[in-house]
């Protein structure tokens, strides 16, 4: 697993491709462009230095890690020496389904394809390449340098001997795997979106405000972030889409999305990265404030 190859270098992929250079892996990054590239780039490069300045690590291995790092808009010249290939693209499965195609084609034999995807079937991603058995869910937590858990998601074919290997990748990345089968949602989304939904129908309900249904959730179940404040953070968008592939996969009504989220998404409020959802974001500070339409129970 000496060479890592990373596909995506949005806010998950930068912070994939930083946590293996800075374990010491020669890291491929590859976007499609260089614009996006450098916007990568330069959140690792923030983002090592925010863990300089705490002490986490000293000024030596965040130059040594960025070193590690090296970008390319190709696919094939991207994947042509990787042992192991991370895609952590948006969450759409024909962007997905592709990119798995071209790297079936451009990686050695011997390289595992894994997918960051945080709900999409890995059986599905698998089908499309050459390889199924060497093909896993590797489900990184947001923010990635600073979160545990890795979820390990083992599609239909996934090998024994490969579910092994990235297991113990994991951890050498000082994370926490954990095993999971290949189900909608896998552990993490088939728990947690049901439980944001849920907080989204009880507003929609007006059984209480955004505030009220946040501090319930943090002072008495002991969350760091209540449930809506945590949905705007993933994106409201996101959050309907894994809604739906629970609801598609599952067949069972209880995990259709809430309109309420629905009416949002198609309205354009997102959360964090539209700068509204259930709060208002003031651009580039953390100043958050309850949106004007939740402020009134209705």
């Given at each position: 697993m000496k060479n890592?190859?990373?596909i995506g270098s949005g806010t998950m992929g930068n912070g994939i491709a930083h946590v293996f250079a800075l374990y010491g892996h020669s890291v491929t990054l590859i976007d499609i462009d260089d614009t996006a590239l450098q916007r990568g780039m330069a959140a690792i490069d923030k983002n090592l230095t925010r863990q300089v300045d705490k002490g986490v690590i000293d000024a030596s291995?965040?130059?040594s890690a960025l070193g590690n790092i090296a970008t390319t808009t190709s696919v094939a010249a991207g994947c042509q020496s990787a042992d192991l290939v991370i895609e952590a693209a948006?969450?759409?499965?024909d962007i997905k389904l592709k990119i798995f195609g071209e790297v079936?084609?451009?990686?050695?034999?011997h390289a595992i394809l894994a997918s960051n995807t945080s709900s999409i079937s890995i059986t599905r991603i698998a089908s499309v390449t050459r390889r199924p058995n060497q093909v896993i869910g590797m489900h990184f937590m947001n923010p990635v340098p600073v979160m545990k858990l890795v979820e390990v998601i083992r599609g239909y074919q996934t090998s024994d001997e490969v579910t092994a290997t990235i297991m113990d990748v994991s951890r050498k990345l000082e994370k926490i795997p954990v095993e999971a089968n290949d189900y909608p949602g896998f552990v993490s989304n088939r728990i947690l979106m049901p439980m944001i939904n849920e907080a989204i129908c009880t507003l929609h309900e007006g059984v209480a405000g955004v505030s009220e249904i946040d501090e319930v959730m943090k002072l008495g179940m002991a969350h760091p972030m209540g449930p809506l404040e945590l949905a705007d953070f993933i994106g409201l968008d996101v959050c309907l889409f894994i809604m739906?592939?629970?609801h598609e996969g599952f067949g069972n009504p209880k995990y259709?999305?809430?309109?309420?989220?629905v009416n949002m998404v198609t309205a354009g409020h997102k959360g964090v990265k539209s700068g509204v959802g259930f709060y208002q974001y003031s651009a580039g500070t953390k100043v958050k404030q309850v949106a004007g339409s939740f402020r009134i129970t209705n």
């Open positions: 890592v190859t990373v291995r965040k130059a948006s969450e759409q499965i079936d084609g451009a990686a050695p034999s739906r592939v629970l259709a999305p809430c309109p309420l989220l």
